[in-house]
T-cell receptor, first 112, second 114 residues
Framework: KQEVTQIPAALSVPEGENLVLNCSFT??????LQWFRQDPGKGLTSLLL?????REQTSGRLNASLDKSSGRSTLYIAASQPGDSATYLC???????????FGAGTTVTVRA | DTEVTQTPKHLVMGMTNKKSLKCEQH?????MYWYKQKAKKPPELMFV???????INESVPSRFSPECPNSSLLNLHLHALQPEDSALYLC?????????????FGAGTRLSVL
């Protein structure tokens, strides 16, 4: 069974600092990995999707890397802003079904 | 338009009530999902519909009954729920032509069972 871990569970940084969020998974036979953002009481917004054959994906201030062999992904958010405050979840997909295995998330607070 | 619309936003029901949650998307997606999310926990998959047919049921109790009337609409019928069923219920959809395309989530229905 795929286990997905996100450390730390919570993170507080001053505005302007770069954010580094970690995700690790136990089974390297993944199909893809997604990073989501969730605001309190709201649904999930997909930020980046990395296919298993890719090493990284970039969108604006966001960059996500994937190292399948070590079972790790990292989400970098450059020059953080208070609007980046949210919970960030990573989710790993298998190739043989529609299921996503989610981590418990990292709750980020960016202080103005 | 990458919107998945869920109604209602909030729902309070008693344990003897029957209610339904509704989810709609007009992106032409052929896979639709129901998730349950408890506070400070990740979403848990409940059901997956692919091309309007139920393809995954994650051993969900029968008091939750999904329905997919057409390719744009997904319902979750609720009956005789328990207080522990109180949670945020999320609907999602994806292209469905290939498995594990990006899933687009709705804002959720916050359910409270009294």
């Amino acid at each position: 069974k795929q286990e997905v871990t996100q450390i730390p569970a919570a993170l507080s940084v001053p505005e302007g600092e770069n954010l580094v969020l970690n995700c690790s998974f136990t089974d390297s036979a993944i199909y893809n990995l997604q990073w989501f953002r969730q605001d309190p009481g709201k649904g999930l917004t997909s930020l980046l999707l990395i296919q298993s054959s890719q090493r990284e994906q970039t969108s604006g201030r966001l960059n996500a890397s994937l190292d399948k062999s070590s079972g790790r992904s990292t989400l970098y958010i450059a020059a953080s802003q208070p609007g980046d405050s949210a919970t960030y979840l990573c989710a790993v997909g298998r190739s043989n079904d529609y299921k996503l295995s989610f981590g418990a998330g990292t709750t980020v607070t960016v202080r103005a | 338009d990458t919107e998945v619309t869920q109604t209602p936003k909030h729902l309070v029901m008693g344990m003897t009530n029957k209610k339904s949650l509704k989810c709609e998307q007009h992106m032409g997606h052929r896979a639709m999902y129901w998730y349950k999310q408890k506070a400070k926990k990740p979403p848990e998959l409940m059901f997956v519909y692919s091309y309007e047919k139920l393809s995954i049921n994650e051993s969900v109790p029968s008091r939750f009954s999904p329905e997919c009337p057409n390719s744009s609409l997904l319902n979750l019928h609720l009956h005789a729920l328990q207080p522990e069923d109180s949670a945020l219920y999320l609907c999602a959809s994806s292209q469905g032509a290939r498995r594990l395309d990006i899933q687009y989530f709705g804002a959720g229905t916050r359910l409270s069972v009294l």
